[in-house]
């Protein structure tokens, strides 16, 4: 079983920025083979993908509505995955979740996730 709890979340104005955490613990958590993903869900909005990390290669994916503005990074030694969030806007606003993929290629949709943490509001005023 994986563990993932995020945080960094809260309130910022519009062009400002933030950096989420997600600390990934547990007896099967594997430091290798597999990848780390960030998503985020609007009210009344399905969860999509943000960006995603495969934690061996280091290899990286964004999607494209934050290409540019996002950086997703890792610790390895802390088992600890970052999401760098520059130049917000008020459509950022969202509870963003880490989440774990079993495999390491990077998925985007939400079944290619199999563990994932509480949420971590962020609210970006304009």
């Not at 945080?7 to 400002?16: H, I, K, N, R």
């Not at 990848?35 to 494209?64: C, I, S």
Request: charge should be positive.
């Amino acid at each position: 079983q994986v563990q993932v709890v995020e945080s960094g979340g809260g309130l910022v104005q519009a062009g400002g920025s933030l950096r989420l955490s997600c600390a990934a613990s547990g007896r099967t958590f594997r430091s290798y083979g597999y990848a780390m993903g960030w998503f985020r869900q609007a009210p009344g909005k399905e969860r999509e993908f943000v960006a995603g990390l495969g934690w061996t290669r280091g290899n990286t994916h964004y999607a494209d509505s934050v290409k540019g503005r996002f950086t997703i990074s890792r610790d390895s030694a802390k088992n600890t995955v970052y999401l760098q969030m520059n130049a917000l806007k008020p459509e950022d606003t969202a509870v963003y979740y880490c989440a774990r993929d079993p495999t390491p290629g990077l998925g985007i949709r939400v079944d290619d996730y199999d563990s994932w943490g509480q949420g971590t509001q962020v609210t970006v005023s304009s």
